[in-house]
């Protein structure tokens, strides 16, 4: 098993920025590939920013430009580094790892509140 906590969730407002972390601890050898998702009320999770392996990274045409995925391999930790925040980035924001082959591995974090006012 993994666990995954998040952090660095808050109040901004709008232009702001904000890190959220994502600390792995476990069983760390069955995940290679670390994202962020978002769900925002009544919408669906969607896909915010990926880092693989390779450290190859994609990202929602949503946050392409204001948001950068990167990751410690030393820490076992993922950061979502936020800028230029907008009241539409207002979400739950989910820390996911999982192994790109081996799909049963695949593990979520609690989640943390990310609030943009204008």
């Known amino acids: 098993q993994v666990q995954l906590v998040e952090s660095g969730g808050g109040s901004v407002q709008a232009g702001g920025s904000l890190r959220l972390s994502c600390a792995a601890s476990?069983?760390?050898?069955?995940?290679?590939?670390m994202s962020w998702y978002r769900q925002a009320p009544g919408e669906q999770r969607e896909l915010v920013a990926t880092?693989?392996?390779?450290?190859?990274?994609h990202y929602g045409d949503a946050v392409i430009g204001r948001f950068t995925i990167t990751r410690d391999i030393d820490k076992n930790t993922a950061y979502l580094h936020m800028i230029s925040l907008k009241p539409e980035d207002t979400a739950v924001y989910y820390c996911?790892?999982?192994?790109?082959?081996?799909?049963?591995?695949?593990?979520w974090g609690q989640g943390t509140q990310v609030s943009v006012s204008s």
């Open positions: 996911n790892a999982k192994h790109d082959v081996l799909t049963q591995y695949n593990y």
């Open positions: 476990g069983s760390i050898f069955t995940i290679n590939t």
């Open positions: 880092i693989d392996r390779r450290d190859n990274t």
